[in-house]
């Protein structure tokens, strides 16, 4: 049995956004929970670990999410950052479809059903 590498990562606050993404996405990406917060050694560390890969960062639009973005932005520049709209504020809340449509506008498969 092979083991297949994953080329792209998403990173997340929660265990609900992580499951929300999931629920929509039609191919194989780590998606990588950050529950609210990262020390740099950690965040180093997950640098090191994804430098290769395409990373993507979906936090919520509230305080705590932006903190986070601001601090993937200083420290990992190379990230692509992904949306929701401010009217849903979190991942978890925003609806499947948004969801889907956001991710697909950065080349994520997703499931058809949510298109």
Sequence with gaps: MSVVEVEKVIIVEGKSDKKK???VI???IEIICTNGTIS???LDELI???FSKDVYVLVDSDESG???RKQFKREFPEASHLYI???YREVASAPDQHVASVLLSANIDVQARFL
């Design 21 to 23: 993404i999931e629920n």
């Design 26 to 28: 039609n191919e194989q």
């Design 40 to 42: 740099i050694s950690k």
């Design 48 to 50: 090191d670990e994804n």
């Design 66 to 68: 932006e903190k986070l």
């Design 85 to 87: 709209d401010r009217m």
